[in-house]
Nanobody, 124 residues
Framework: QVQLVESGGGLVQAGGSLRLSCAASGRTFSSYAMGWFRQAPGKEREFVATISWSGGNTDYADSVKGRFTISRDNAKNTVYLQMNSLKPGDTAVYYC?????????????????WGQGTHVTVSS
């Protein structure tokens, strides 16, 4: 089992940027796809972004396309989520997750390991 630790959350004004990081333990990080999900207060968890094992394939929720960028550094066992042009609607707890497979996936059922989450609050 892999341990995932998110960081980089915080309070930012609308239009601002944040960069989330997710550090993974274990030597098999580079073999699996990774994803970011978020859960806003009173709402279900939703998909945000995913990246394949090599970083060659990515996918995004429509709500964040053009604003968020997912990337990974397999040498550092870390996946990132660069968030630009943030909106109040982006306020949520953001979770990173490790997929069962090497291919990117938008389905939460494709992920087996989850981090504790990091809070992102965007003020208007």
């Amino acid at each position: 089992q892999v341990q995932l630790v998110e960081s980089g959350g915080g309070l930012v004004q609308a239009g601002g940027s944040l960069r989330l990081s997710c550090a993974a333990s274990g030597r098999t990080f580079s073999s699996y796809a990774m994803g970011w999900f978020r859960q806003a207060p009173g709402k279900e968890r939703e998909f945000v972004a995913t990246i394949s094992w090599s970083g060659g394939n990515t996918d995004y929720a429509d709500s964040v396309k053009g604003r968020f960028t997912i990337s990974r550094d397999n040498a550092k066992n870390t996946v990132y989520l660069q968030m630009n042009s943030l909106k109040p609607g982006d306020t949520a707890v953001y979770y990173c997750a490790r997929a069962k497979y090497s291919s990117a996936s938008i389905k939460s059922s494709s992920y087996t390991d989850w981090g504790q989450g990091t809070h992102v609050t965007v003020s208007s």
